[in-house]
């Protein structure tokens, strides 16, 4: 199956840094979308993007499907971005299941 | 969006018991997903669940322990059987919308003991 890594693993930050999270994969996909997990465990959906570049606020993303990876850049952070961050993907053909990635354990320090 | 009622919200359960999570959807879906969230890692599916047929299970997760009923629409029930402390874990149910955002229920965090 499908592969997906993520980097860095853990990322602490002091308040109002930026980061960038990146996100490969090792097959074509026809879905991809990046999560926020909360301290409680609440998945929040960010962005569904397969390809192209979004931006929501603070927080925007790109896909280079061609060269299967996608990254998630986060500004200003604030405290309340504390948590894991996940891909996940639908491989072409993969009958609408997603594949997680290894998350990304975001910390932000006032 | 998709509003998506899980419970219980946690519990903690004695081995060999057997734990049944429900998940609620607020409109109908054709495909309902059961995630497991090991503690500190990612998720991974167990199984997918149709309305009017049986479930589909990946690789490494059987009917037997985690039994699937999915009666219409806009409810799923997965089973934890025979638990063992390896069973303690988040459980999630997710739904998607079109094929493109995928939406979760709060998660069922299981403590067997």
């Known amino acids: 199956g499908i592969q997906v890594e993520q980097s860095p693993p853990d990322l602490i930050l002091q308040e109002g840094a930026n980061s960038t999270l990146r996100c490969n994969f090792s097959?074509?996909?026809?879905?991809l979308q990046w999560f926020h997990q909360n301290p409680w465990g609440q998945l929040i959906n960010l962005f569904y993007i397969p390809s192209g570049t979004k931006q929501n606020g603070r927080l925007s993303a790109t896909t280079v499907a061609t060269e299967r990876y996608s990254l998630l850049y986060i500004s200003s952070s604030q405290t309340t971005d504390s948590g894991v961050y996940f891909c996940a993907v639908e491989e072409t053909g993969g009958n609408e299941k997603l594949t997680f990635g290894t998350g990304t354990r975001l910390t932000i320090i006032p | 969006s998709a509003v998506i009622s899980q419970k219980p919200s946690r519990d903690i359960c004695q081995r060999g018991t057997s734990l049944t999570i429900q998940c609620q959807v607020d409109s109908q879906v054709t495909m309902m997903f059961w995630y497991r969230q090991q503690p500190g890692q990612s998720l991974t599916l167990i199984a997918t669940a149709n309305q009017g047929s049986e479930a589909t299970y990946e690789s490494g997760f059987v009917i037997d322990k985690f039994p699937i009923s999915r009666p219409n629409l806009t409810f799923s029930t997965l089973t934890v059987s025979n638990m063992s402390p390896e069973d303690s874990s988040i459980y999630l149910c997710s739904v998607d919308r079109g094929r493109t955002e995928a939406f979760f229920g709060q998660g069922t965090r299981l403590t067997v003991v």
């Open positions: 097959d074509s996909v026809n879905n």
